[in-house]
């Protein structure tokens, strides 16, 4: 399931410039398809705009992910980590997940 691209502040796509110049690697978690969490490990390498789907970084040895789907980089919070965070403060009962 595709989503709508969300901006992402410039605090955080200078935090991966800062990244890619140190030549940095590490692990990202982000929802990955259909909001599931997903982790890779590597080197970032670029961040691009791809013509109506948003901003993406490449990492090394292969992978492209939309940066507002970031949860962490490197570990640290990225524009997903809201939502990530949310999921663990919902009620679970409120959720369908089990009754008290």
Do not use: H
């Amino acid at each position: 399931m595709e989503t709508s691209y969300t901006p992402v502040s410039w605090d955080f796509r200078e935090t991966i410039a800062e990244q890619i110049s140190k030549n940095a690697e590490g692990k990202v978690f982000y929802f990955g398809t259909d909001e599931f969490i997903s982790s890779v490990t590597g080197k970032i390498t670029n961040l691009k705009e791809v013509d109506g789907k948003g901003l993406f970084i490449e990492l090394l040895p292969q992978a492209e992910i939309r940066i507002d789907k970031i949860i962490t980089l490197f570990g640290k919070p990225g524009p997903g980590y809201d939502e990530y965070d949310s999921y663990a403060n919902a009620c679970l009962a409120c959720t369908g997940g089990y009754e008290l």
